[in-house]
């Protein structure tokens, strides 16, 4: 079974500062890992991905995240917030025995202070 | 990526009326799609897995009489909710796979307000 857990519903940062939102996987199988970004009153956009290719995912808006096995971890980092990050950000997992069936975690709200 | 799109993006209905949202790939042809749900505040809730074809698996809790889907076309699924209670007030999200990975790609969402 694939399960996703995002520590801390609610991060806020200042703008500039470091953002460190934090996922945690449970996967009978080989993960393959996503962050999305999610605004208000719209779809989803990915972020990065893993795919079992190398385990530091560089994505877009200067996000990125590190598949870390031994710690079951792919926490997505920012090194310099910007107002325009405050957003929703959904980590998720899928494997190859779930029929291309995405497990969400609960979600971060990101708030970045001025 | 790959282009979803999803009509309306917004709706508002009376209680007991119907609903249809329609989610189309624009740009390769999906033989499943995903439908989802979201509160305010929630995650995604994974509702039903769409397959060009055939009938869709729903999942447990999710009643398959009021959230008729339909997946005619390899790039049209459509999700109707039979005799809107305002309890179905929600975000709807389509998702569909990206042909040979493990890449989702989502739709903008629909949001549906019953009163």
């Known amino acids: 079974a694939q399960s996703v857990t995002q520590l801390g519903s609610h991060v806020s940062v200042s703008e500039g500062a470091l953002v460190l939102l934090r996922c945690n996987y449970s996967?009978?199988?080989?993960?393959?890992l996503f962050w999305y970004v999610q605004y208000p009153n719209q779809g989803l956009q990915l972020l990065l991905k893993y795919t079992s290719a190398a385990t530091l995912v560089k994505g877009i808006n200067g996000f990125e995240a590190e598949f870390k096995k031994s710690e079951t971890s792919f926490h997505l980092t920012k090194p310099s917030a910007h107002m325009s990050d405050a957003a929703e950000y959904f980590c998720?997992?899928?494997?190859?025995?779930?029929?291309?069936?995405?497990?969400f975690g609960t979600g971060t709200s990101l708030t970045v202070i001025p | 990526g790959a282009v979803v799109s999803q009509h309306p993006s917004w709706v508002i209905c009376k209680s007991g009326t119907s609903v249809k949202i329609e989610c189309r790939s624009l740009d390769f042809q999906a033989t499943t799609m995903f439908w989802y749900r979201q509160f305010p505040k929630q995650s995604l809730m994974l509702m039903a897995t769409?397959?060009?074809?055939?009938?869709?698996?729903?999942e447990q809790g999710v009643e398959k009489d009021k959230f008729l889907i339909n997946h005619a076309s390899l790039t049209l699924s459509t999700l109707t909710v039979t005799s809107a209670h305002p309890e179905d007030s929600s975000f709807y999200i389509c998702s569909q796979i990206a042909g040979g990975t493990y890449e989702q790609y989502f739709g903008p969402g629909t949001r549906l307000t019953v009163t």
């Open positions: 996967s009978s199988v080989p993960p393959y």
């Open positions: 998720a997992v899928t494997g190859s025995n779930t029929g291309n069936q995405f497990y």
């Open positions: 769409s397959n060009e074809g055939s009938k869709a698996t729903y």
